[in-house]
């Protein structure tokens, strides 16, 4: 059974930072794409960012460009979330998911993982950037 399980969120003043954890069971990267979303109340889910486990290839929403990284251990079955100069908009519950891609790009498939939940999903950790 595939499990995902985030950690490492918290409250942060703006311009600082976090490392989101995603440690994941079940199941080996190769062959799916890993995923941080994100939801804000009141929002839709918006994928932030992605990582490929066959061959690393990453992907970023513009708004994160340039200010998150996202990484993975393979051999500890946890991909990472590094967060810098964090904004209060990006404010939100951070899920980490897991899907064997369908698609021919990443963003095609932050898209399809975003809008309708495909994949396996971990339960989320709050991230609260204060102004």
């Known amino acids: 059974e595939v499990q995902l399980v985030e950690s490492g969120g918290g409250l942060v003043q703006a311009g600082g930072s976090l490392r989101l954890s995603c440690a994941a069971s079940g199941f080996t990267f190769d062959g799916y794409v890993i995923g941080w979303f994100r939801q804000a109340p009141g929002k839709e889910r918006e994928g932030v960012s992605c990582?490929?486990?066959?061959?690393?290839?990453?992907y970023y929403t513009d708004s994160v460009k340039g200010r998150f990284t996202i990484s993975s251990d393979n051999a500890k079955n946890t991909v990472y979330l590094q967060m810098n100069s964090l904004k209060p908009e990006d404010t939100a519950v951070y899920y980490c998911?897991?899907?064997?891609?369908?698609?021919?790009?990443?963003?095609?498939?932050?898209?399809?993982?975003?809008?309708?939940?495909?994949?396996?999903w971990g339960q989320g950790t709050q991230v609260t950037v204060s102004s």
């Open positions: 998911a897991a899907v064997i891609p369908k698609t021919i790009t990443l963003a095609q498939a932050m898209r399809v993982m975003a809008r309708t939940g495909l994949g396996s």
């Open positions: 990582i490929s486990g066959s061959d690393g290839r990453t």
